[in-house]
């Protein structure tokens, strides 16, 4: 005959095969997500090359002021032919970052004439400058001509020119034909109205030969008035 097993002991059988079944695992911890990446350092644009660099303003003021005798050696060529030429004017310079001059012209004056003004940015374009820090750099100077007569001009108004400049009209648009910025002209009248010296001005570096073809048509200009005996500067916009 079987021995019975003991109940206790199928109990306690049964309890522990049901511990070894296949029940589930306990759920795995969620992986910590990764460390963010460090923020990548933003990169600097690149320059190019129609960016300007910067100079040194007392330095450039230093360079055109080593220049005024020579500035003077062009007035005194024109006092010769115009007694009472004197006047301000005002330098546009781009200078490459060798320190050399790339182009040069007057943006502003009442000098009055194209030849001198021609000799003074001659005299610019010859010299060395400040080299700029990253590109080439811009420069702006104003300087004088002081008078070297022994009076100045008779000071005319604008309007006594008016009628002979409107006479040219027809010239004066075709030399200004195509340009992109008004222009400044001053005259030099002597006895019997004569046109003794002119020169005219343009902000824009683009329009300087139309410029020079308008102080050409001035220089040429009649039916202006008669000053008297002692020459007449006149100053007007075009």
């Known amino acids: 005959m079987r021995r019975a097993i003991p109940v206790g002991l199928l109990v306690a059988l049964l309890a522990a095969l049901a511990g070894c079944g296949g029940s589930e695992p306990p759920p795995k911890a969620a992986a910590a997500p990764p460390p963010p990446e460090p923020p990548k350092a933003a990169r600097s644009p690149l320059k190019t090359s129609s960016e300007l660099g910067s100079v ?15 500035f003077m050696d062009c007035q005194k060529r024109a006092v010769d032919r115009v007694e009472v030429l ?37 005299v610019v374009m010859a ?28 000071d005319w108004s ?16 075709r030399c200004k034909a195509g340009a992109s910025g008004p222009f400044h002209g001053t005259m030099y009248v002597g006895p019997g109205g004569k046109v003794l010296a002119a020169g005219v001005t343009t ?28 020459p007449a500067k006149v100053s007007f916009a075009l």
């Open 56 to 70: 040194d303003p007392a330095a450039v003021r230093k360079a055109f002021a080593s220049l005024d005798d020579k």
């Open 127 to 154: 010299a060395r400058w400040p080299q700029p820090d990253g590109g080439d750099a811009e420069a702006r100077y104003s300087m004088d001509l002081p008078l070297q007569a022994t009076r100045p001009p008779n």
């Open 203 to 230: 902000a824009s570096r683009d329009d300087q030969d139309k410029a020079d073809c308008l102080a050409g048509l001035l220089l040429k200009m009649k039916g202006l008035p008669s000053p008297g005996s002692w």
């Open 86 to 122: 004197a006047g301000d004017a005002k330098f546009f310079l781009r200078i490459g970052q060798d320190g050399s001059p790339k182009w040069a012209y007057l943006e502003e004056s009442e000098i009055g004439d194209q030849p001198t003004a021609k000799c003074l940015l001659d």
């Open 158 to 173: 604008s309007d006594k020119a008016t009628a002979a400049i409107t006479k040219e009209g027809g010239a004066i648009d």
